[in-house]
């Protein structure tokens, strides 16, 4: 077999192999991006911060978080704690939100949507790799990190952490 056959053969399988082996690290995206303090951490998914002199509910994109506050519903299993964990990591930080085109910048509640970094991490995807949060596609919907969130949470369930742990939830929140 000659050289030039097994460089290209060599980089082929390298290609093959980043195309098929999912990315669950995400860089913070290198454009500028509005920077906030957090006012309050509602819940586990929604946040408010002080936009343009007005306060904005922010509920994060492609995630889901057990309800603690729908007057409709009883505390879901491992709301409390997934409420908690959101409030501690975020209560009083200065934070980037970065808007995805494909969701749109607002839900149907008026708030708006966005992934929220802290420093150079994805809070999204932090909160389900820590099996604080199922990742969420609203209505069929792809958003830019949905493979990665859709890897963070198959992951969290077989390492069975956070609501995933057979000592907790075992996955069932609801």
């Given at each position: 077999m000659s050289k030039r056959?097994?460089?290209f053969g060599g980089l082929a399988l390298i290609v093959i192999g980043l195309t098929i082996s999912p990315k669950l690290?995400?860089?913070a995206p290198a454009l500028a991006q509005d920077i906030y303090e957090i006012k309050q951490v509602i819940d586990g998914d929604t946040i408010e911060i002080t936009r343009y002199g007005k306060p904005e509910q922010v509920r994060l994109i492609g995630l889901d978080t057990p309800e603690t506050l729908d007057p409709?519903?009883?505390v879901q299993c491992y709301g409390n704690?997934?409420?908690d964990n959101s409030k501690k990591l975020l209560?009083?930080?200065n934070v980037r939100i970065e808007f995805d085109q494909q969701v749109g910048e607002r839900d149907r509640y008026g708030r708006l949507l966005a992934y929220i970094w802290l420093n150079d991490g994805l809070i999204?995807?932090?909160l389900i790799k820590g099996g604080y949060a199922h990742e969420y596609?609203?209505?069929s919907q792809s958003y830019k990190y949905q493979n990665?969130?859709?890897?963070?949470?198959?992951?969290a369930k077989q390492a069975q952490v956070g609501f995933w742990s057979p000592l907790t939830c075992g996955g069932v929140t609801k």
């Amino acid at each position: 077999m000659s050289k030039r056959k097994l460089v290209f053969g060599g980089l082929a399988l390298i290609v093959i192999g980043l195309t098929i082996s999912p990315k669950l690290d995400v860089q913070a995206p290198a454009l500028a991006q509005d920077i906030y303090e957090i006012k309050q951490v509602i819940d586990g998914d929604t946040i408010e911060i002080t936009r343009y002199g007005k306060p904005e509910q922010v509920r994060l994109i492609g995630l889901d978080t057990p309800e603690t506050l729908d007057p409709r519903k009883p505390v879901q299993c491992y709301g409390n704690e997934a409420s908690d964990n959101s409030k501690k990591l975020l209560s009083g930080q200065n934070v980037r939100i970065e808007f995805d085109q494909q969701v749109g910048e607002r839900d149907r509640y008026g708030r708006l949507l966005a992934y929220i970094w802290l420093n150079d991490g994805l809070i999204n995807l932090e909160l389900i790799k820590g099996g604080y949060a199922h990742e969420y596609t609203y209505r069929s919907q792809s958003y830019k990190y949905q493979n990665q969130f859709k890897e963070a949470e198959s992951l969290a369930k077989q390492a069975q952490v956070g609501f995933w742990s057979p000592l907790t939830c075992g996955g069932v929140t609801k």
